[in-house]
């Protein structure tokens, strides 16, 4: 493949403060080191955006894009990233979604679009065939994420903030359809700049490079998923929440602020009995086999239900079985525009407050009174529940509770109770985004909530493991995919056989033992893979065939690996030190079966060793060695 044959991604940089719209050019060399998503999105915020910026102010700079995959027609890849300065941690923040926009965004001709200042009053922005104007929202200020999108054509993507992203509420999200950019604060750093909502629609179609291959392979990828026992059975049938069995199980599901990892009417908010009792059918993403997305009625109305996490961190977590009323909970939780798992998160540490006689936000254990209204209150800043929008880390500076204050760097944990998942433990304090299982290498899935379930206990090989599912995840999230997909990266006999099976405890051993040959193959990529296999790193492959790059399973890992050193060196320059890789004294120190004293996360031991596999030295910076290797030549 000729370089000149490559199709450059188009950006385009709004400054809102004047409306001046012009092109971003983005360099071959960029193309070819970031992909595109979250981790080109990393690269422009680091070069774009001086260090010491207020989050919330409007010099936060935001890059709304996609992957080159996405409206290809592969498999869920309608995806879209939004990067920006972390407003709960002041590091770095990224955060996926799915849905139409990107889909449009992409039509429109654009693979992302920058944001640089503010608006001088409300507006939104519109993006229809190639052309970019910033329009008045004055009307639109106020209504919630549901009603803005109602203003505007049906078959246009769209991308909105709530009452949350205008009120400041530190973890408002941008909604987009029914799909949410939940993560790290994007509401309101949308809000902060004045921008009601992002607007698009076109008629472009995505230049594949081998349309013929492409085609061929995109057949194979797509029965591959639909043929997994994950992506096409227990998603499809339980959705997300189909975890929820096997994590109370392996007592990894969080229970009253993470004070335990087992519920006892767990069974009452599964995925099994969200379909056998509320389900009202199945939906999902453009161009998304799987159809994991679950329709239930809120309210005479057929709403998006609850994920694993909502129904965890809603459910389990502040002790409440009403799967009914989690339903109502993530409808107005989405319309509001907050991000549920740090609300869910905030709202159970409010309780322990309250609990421990050390603040009264009237949440109690086990009651539902009074948390439907928090809500409200916390998205329109009214009253004491305004606090609650800070988030637990801020909360606990307050008022105390800093020991059972779950969160990573300031971002909330998703619900999966690491002292009986070790490996996620160490994701969680990694993570370059704070509390995040996916940025953290969803090590859970291999451990507590699949079918390998790799001794969860040990910290043995769980560094190595770690850093292999991390890049990963960032290069799979780079190209435009839907990390759900990754399930399916797990062989699909061992799903069949189940946990106890002998050749799947063998395989689960092996993972452990094998951990040397783990750490030396992250010095030889990506020479080591030099070839791409569909059940291996099924990405690369497709990657290959729709943009022209020359991607191999090895260098398409590197790839992932160079996006999370970038994170790593724009957390760095941003005052965040190894001292932040750390979880709160509950999960650290407090065994979560007294009987049992190594039922904590041994960061102590898995950190080291993380730190060396990743080529960082004993402080956790990335050593000149790995920076040359890897091509990043920025410094801090």
């Known amino acids: 493949m000729k370089r000149s044959q490559l199709t450059l991604p188009k950006y385009a940089l709004i400054d809102l403060s004047t409306g001046e719209v012009s092109n971003y050019p983005i360099s071959e060399e960029l193309f070819r080191n970031y992909i595109g998503g979250k981790a080109l999105g990393s690269?422009?915020?680091?070069?774009?955006?001086?260090?010491?910026?207020?989050?919330?102010?409007?010099?936060?700079?935001?890059?709304?894009n996609t992957g080159p995959m996405n409206g290809t027609g592969a498999p869920s890849s309608s995806r879209f990233n939004v990067s920006f300065k972390n407003v709960m941690t002041n590091g770095i923040a990224s955060s996926n979604c799915g849905g139409q926009f990107g889909v449009m965004l992409k039509a429109a001709g654009f693979d992302g679009i920058i944001?640089?200042?503010?608006?001088?009053?409300?507006?939104?922005?519109?993006?229809?065939?190639?052309?970019?104007?910033?329009?008045?929202?004055?009307?639109?200020?106020?209504?919630?994420?549901?009603?803005?999108?109602?203003?505007?054509?049906?078959?246009?993507?769209?991308?909105?903030?709530?009452?949350?992203?205008?009120?400041?509420v530190h973890y408002a999200a941008a909604v987009s359809g029914e799909r949410v950019a939940g993560r790290c604060g994007a509401g309101a750093v949308l809000g902060v700049k004045n921008i009601k909502a992002l607007v698009t629609f076109g008629t472009n179609r995505a230049t594949i490079c081998d349309k013929e291959g492409f085609d061929k392979y995109n057949k194979k990828f797509i029965n591959f998923l639909r043929t997994h026992p994950m992506?096409?059975?227990?998603?499809?049938?339980?959705?997300?929440?189909?975890?929820?069995?096997?994590?109370?199980?392996?007592?990894?599901?969080?229970?009253?602020?993470f004070s335990r990892g087992q519920y006892e009417h767990a069974d009452k908010i599964s995925g099994e009995a969200l379909a056998d009792t509320v389900l009202t059918r199945n939906s999902g993403c453009v161009s998304c086999p799987i159809r994991c997305a679950r329709r239930v009625m809120v309210d005479g109305k057929e709403v998006?239900?609850?994920?694993?996490?909502?129904?965890g961190l809603f459910g389990a977590n502040i002790e409440n079985y009403d799967l009914e009323w989690i339903d109502?909970?993530?409808?107005?939780?989405?319309?509001?525009?907050?991000?549920?798992?740090?609300?869910?998160?905030?709202?159970?540490?409010?309780?322990?407050?309250?609990?421990?006689?050390?603040?009264?936000?009237?949440?109690?254990?086990?009651?539902?009174?009074?948390?439907?209204?928090a809500i409200h209150d916390i998205a329109y800043g009214i009253g004491a529940a305004k606090e609650l929008g800070l988030g637990t880390k801020l909360l606990s500076e307050k008022y105390g509770g800093k020991d059972f204050a779950i969160h990573a760097k300031g971002l909330e944990l998703a619900s999966y109770?690491?002292?009986?998942?070790?490996?996620?433990?160490?994701?969680?304090?990694?993570?370059?985004?704070?509390?995040?299982?996916?940025?953290?290498?969803?090590?859970?899935?291999?451990?507590?909530?699949?079918?390998?379930?790799?001794?969860?206990?040990?910290?043995?090989?769980?560094?190595?493991?770690?850093?292999?599912?991390?890049?990963?995840?960032?290069?799979?999230?780079?190209?435009?995919?839907?990390?759900?997909?990754?399930?399916?990266?797990?062989?699909?006999?061992?799903?069949?056989?189940?946990?106890?099976?002998?050749?799947?405890?063998?395989?689960?051993?092996?993972?452990?033992?094998?951990?040397?040959?783990?750490g030396v193959m992250w010095n030889m990529m990506?020479?080591?893979?030099?070839?791409?296999?569909?059940?291996?790193?099924?990405?690369?492959?497709?990657l290959k065939l729709a943009t022209g790059l020359d991607i191999t399973a090895g260098s398409f890992l590197q790839a992932g690996e160079r996006a999370f050193n970038t994170d790593r060196l724009f957390n760095l320059r941003e005052g965040l030190t190894a001292a932040d890789d750390t979880l709160?004294?509950?999960?650290?120190?407090?065994?979560?079966?007294?009987?049992?004293?190594?039922?904590?996360?041994?960061?102590?031991?898995?950190?080291?060793?993380?730190?060396?596999?990743?080529?960082?030295?004993?402080?956790?910076?990335?050593?000149?060695?790995?920076?040359?290797?890897?091509?990043?030549?920025?410094?801090?």
């Not at 997300?240 to 229970?255: E, F, I, R």
């Not at 090989?461 to 770690?466: D, R, V």
């Not at 799903?495 to 395989?507: C, D, K, Q």
């Not at 402080?619 to 920025?634: A, Y």
């Open 231 to 257: 992506t096409g059975n227990s998603l499809p049938r339980y959705g997300s929440a189909g975890l929820l069995n096997n994590a109370n199980a392996s007592h990894a599901l969080p229970t009253k602020n």
């Open 584 to 636: 709160c004294d509950r999960l650290t120190k407090t065994p979560q079966d007294p009987g049992k004293p190594d039922t904590v996360v041994p960061l102590d031991k898995m950190l080291p060793r993380y730190y060396r596999v990743r080529g960082w030295d004993k402080n956790g910076v990335p050593t000149p060695e790995k920076l040359k290797k890897l091509g990043i030549t920025v410094s801090i």
């Open 304 to 311: 998006k239900g609850p994920e694993y996490e909502t129904v």
């Open 328 to 373: 109502t909970i993530n409808y107005v939780a989405d319309i509001y525009g907050m991000d549920a798992i740090s609300l869910g998160g905030t709202i159970a540490f409010a309780m322990e407050l309250q609990e421990k006689g050390m603040a009264d936000f009237g949440l109690h254990f086990g009651s539902k009174e009074g948390v439907l209204e």
């Open 115 to 168: 944001l640089k200042g503010g608006a001088q009053s409300p507006s939104y922005i519109e993006i229809l065939d190639g052309e970019i104007s910033l329009k008045s929202a004055e009307h639109l200020w106020g209504l919630d994420a549901e009603k803005v999108q109602e203003e505007f054509d049906p078959h246009w993507g769209k991308l909105v903030i709530g009452p949350a992203g205008e009120n400041g």
């Open 43 to 64: 690269r422009l915020l680091f070069d774009l955006m001086p260090a010491g910026v207020d989050p919330l102010s409007k010099e936060n700079v935001m890059i709304v």
């Open 526 to 542: 990506p020479g080591i893979l030099p070839f791409n296999w569909m059940y291996l790193v099924p990405y690369a492959q497709s």
């Open 417 to 518: 109770e690491p002292r009986r998942s070790v490996g996620m433990g160490l994701g969680y304090a990694t993570s370059s985004r704070g509390g995040c299982h996916l940025n953290g290498g969803y090590a859970a899935l291999i451990e507590t909530v699949g079918v390998v379930a790799v001794d969860t206990q040990t910290p043995k090989g769980k560094a190595e493991l770690t850093v292999f599912f991390q890049n990963m995840i960032e290069a799979t999230s780079a190209s435009g995919f839907c990390l759900f997909t990754m399930m399916a990266v797990i062989p699909g006999f061992l799903s069949n056989l189940g946990p106890a099976h002998p050749i799947t405890r063998f395989v689960s051993k092996f993972l452990i033992t094998a951990r040397p040959v783990l």
